[in-house]
């Protein structure tokens, strides 16, 4: 795991978008004063959760908002984000079980924005996460939140003025046991918690116990009554089943009647409307003898037209052939013919041709008669057989008529009838509706049980021979018993025996269940208690050990910083006082709060002590500035060095080193580079020319920070 990238934006100097690469094991960011180099480290600070605006020389958030420039406009906000190489995948975020979990990134990505209200937002990898998993976050990978691993100018010797308690604190921060000071904090609420659930449920049983002895003495009280529930419930098994089976087989012979009467209803449907086509069929005859009728008659007509024709033509034919047959007269004028010879022959031709066409005419009306004649005989037959035919059919509607009448009798008969199965269905519907009524209040008064009615035997059927009357009796009996017996519960208070037996039940659970519950409690108590003292316990071991090694680098960088002498740091014993402490009682039968005295000890602490070569100074208030800026050096280069941290800032911890020293520094921080990755804020070039990378930071014309990298080959020829 290493540090990647550092991006700052509208972040106090830095207006805009500016962004750092650490390739190198150490990068130095140099920069006249007033330049905003100092920023870059208090970036760093922010992005890591640092709390505390004084240590960023604000004083609240809105302070570290790009404030604008003639040429810039004010930020609305400032965002620093912090990228880290995760491949290995070292870094763990607790989860809900106090478990931590690797976290599956390549590249952690921890940012934090500021806005001009005071809002900060802290974000992970894109999610918005709190304060508290970011520093869980990174204890995981060494990087507390004492800041140990960021040392700036001014604040070099902080351990050395710090109490031994905090001197501590610093060391564990060092050590890595801040994660586990995390889980005792977090223990310590949960057992904190604990013992107020414990408070609470033991609060709650208290509360109940009245009602769960009332509860108690009712359901005795109904204890009683389970000799008479259990007579109620044989009569209610005997009562209902025969009941079903009734309701059952009535159900079933109404559905078959009713079945059985529209069957026939639709037969005699069919019957009705047959007889009605049958009369039609007899209508359409008597229109056929109607239409025979009317055309004999025109026939006739036709007939006596030819007849008074034909008169007329014979007797023409007649007078012309009379004329004829009288003397010398002429048939046509009267004229004598010996007085018109000539023209007495010309006009009996004619005449004689004007008969001729008269029989003709006489002879086609004969024909005409003959033909009609024929046609008036035939149809005449016709209309004989359509008579004899429509008397037939009277006769045959006159008893389809009476065949009707009965179809019709029979189909009233059926409609009653299947009235009649209607409101047998209507009463047998009630009483059904009354059935499932008497199973509900069964229930109601002796539970589920009543539902086994249905396993009863075929012995309890009810009689198929005339046995319905009988039936009836004994169920009207058997209702009757019921019900004594329903007044009696009642009577009794036992009506509502099943909410009774329900409510003490529930009610004892739950007794039950906070004596379970208190008992989880006090083994969680003791759980926490327990691994409380075995996180103590591992912390004061680790923190032993941790000692020895630190003291071991600290002998060897103070050694080499003053040229000899000795450093070490020493576990300081505790002390003990007294102190009167609340104990919450774990029983529930004891409600009365002790407060022993006991002794409690204090946590151990840390003194430093140290010892110059060729002089008699052993105290740290003794030392002079420049050797307690050496002293805090080497100790906080030992610490980092037992559990390296991935990564080191030092803020021109180098400012007071003489050339001898700064040789002596730059050496110090080639060994640690072996171990983290190293940001050096400096104005020393010794130190610059220890840096793969110099990043130089300037303010530009539009009075934002800017920044500049020169390589290592260009930031050698700068140191020189």
């Keep these: 795991m290493r540090l990647k990238t550092l991006e700052l934006n509208g972040f106090k100097s830095f207006a805009q978008k500016t962004v750092l690469e650490f390739d190198e094991a150490i990068v130095a960011v140099v920069g006249p004063n007033g330049s905003g180099k100092s920023n870059v ?26 404030k604008g420039s003639k040429t810039l406009p004010k930020a609305s906000k400032a965002s620093v984000a912090i990228y880290f190489d995760n491949s290995d995948k070292i870094f763990k975020l607790g989860g809900s079980d106090g478990e931590n979990i690797n976290l599956n ?74 994660i586990y000071q995390y889980k005792i904090k977090d223990s310590a609420r949960k057992l904190e918690r604990t013992e107020e659930n414990m408070k609470e449920a033991t609060l709650l049983r208290r509360e109940n116990a009245p009602h769960l002895n009332f509860l108690r ?48 209803l639709k037969i005699l449907a069919g019957k009705i409307s047959y007889s009605g086509g049958e009369s039609q069929k007899g209508n359409k005859k008597i229109e056929e003898l109607r239409t025979a009728e009317k055309k004999i008659n025109e026939i006739q007509g036709q007939r006596g037209e030819l007849e008074r024709k034909l008169g007329r033509i014979e007797g023409m034919i007649e007078a012309k052939e009379s004329r004829f047959r009288i003397g010398n007269i002429c048939p046509t004028c009267g004229r004598e013919l010996r007085d018109i010879k000539n023209d007495g022959l010309e006009t009996a031709a004619n005449s004689e041709k004007e008969v001729a066409e008269l029989k003709n005419s006489q002879a086609s009306i ?75 209040e069964g229930v109601a008064l002796v539970g589920q049980d009543i539902l086994s009615y249905k396993n009863q035997s075929a012995d309890a059927l009810l009689p198929q021979d005339g046995g319905s009357k009988a039936s009836a009796t004994t169920q009207e009996e058997l209702k009757k018993k019921i019900d004594r017996i329903k007044i009696k519960l009642e009577d009794a208070g036992l009506g509502s025996g099943a909410e009774i037996m329900k409510e003490y039940k529930e009610t004892s659970e739950r007794d039950a269940f906070l004596e379970r519950e208190l008992d989880d409690l006090a083994k969680s108590l003791e759980a926490l208690k327990k691994l409380i003292a075995d996180l103590k316990e591992k912390i004061d071991q680790e923190f032993k050990e941790g000692v020895k090694k630190i003291n071991v680098e600290f002998q060897e960088f103070f050694s080499l910083m003053f040229g000899g002498g000795t450093g070490a740091l020493s576990i300081v014993l505790p002390k003990k006082k007294n102190r009167r402490e609340k104990v919450e009682p774990l029983e529930s039968a004891r409600f009365d709060f002790e407060e022993p005295e006991e002794d409690v000890p204090e946590e151990e602490g840390i003194e430093i002590n140290v010892s110059l070569p060729h002089k008699k100074v052993k105290e740290l208030h003794a030392l002079s500035g420049g050797e307690r800026s050496l002293t805090s050096i080497a100790l906080l280069f030992a610490m980092s060095q037992v559990n390296p941290p991935p990564f080191l800032v030092l803020d021109e911890t180098d400012a007071a080193l003489d050339e001898a020293n700064s040789r002596k520094y730059g050496d110090m921080l080639e060994k640690l580079s072996k171990h983290s990755e190293l940001i050096v804020v400096t104005h020393n070039r010794e130190t610059m020319s220890r840096a793969g990378v110099l990043y130089g930071v300037t303010v530009g014309s539009n009075g934002a920070s800017k920044l500049l990298s020169v390589k290592f080959e260009e930031a050698t020829q700068i140191a020189k």
């Design 41 to 66: 480290v208090e970036a760093i600070r922010y992005v890591l959760g640092e709390q505390s605006m004084k240590s960023m020389r604000g004083k609240s958030g809105s302070d570290l908002i790009f």
């Design 105 to 178: 990134y390549e590249t952690i990505a921890i940012s934090r924005e500021v806005f001009s209200d005071d809002l900060n937002k802290y974000i992970l990898n894109g999610s918005e996460v709190r304060l508290k998993d970011i520093h869980n976050l990174l204890a995981s990978v060494n990087i507390g939140s004492s800041g140990h691993h960021i040392i700036s100018q001014g604040e070099a010797d902080r351990i050395l003025n710090a109490n031994i308690t905090l001197r501590r604190e610093m060391v564990e921060d060092a050590l890595g046991l801040k």
């Design 217 to 264: 003495k009712q359901v005795e009280k109904f204890e009683k009554g389970k000799a008479m529930q259990a007579e109620l419930l044989a009569l209610y098994r005997e009562y209902l089943y025969k009941e079903s089976v009734f309701l059952e087989k009535e159900k079933e012979n109404l559905k078959g009647e009713k079945e059985k009467i529209g069957h026939e």
């Design 366 to 440: 004969l024909a005409e008669m003959t033909r009609i004649g024929s046609e008036e005989k035939s149809l005449a037959g016709a209309i004989e057989k359509l008579k004899e035919d429509l008397n037939k059919e009277a006769e045959a509607l006159r008893d389809l008529e009476r065949e009707k009448f009965t179809y019709r009798v029979r189909h009233q008969e059926l409609t009653s009838a299947l009235e009649l199965v209607n409101i047998k269905e209507t009463n047998l519907k009630a009483r059904m509706e009354n059935f499932a009524n008497e199973i509900k």
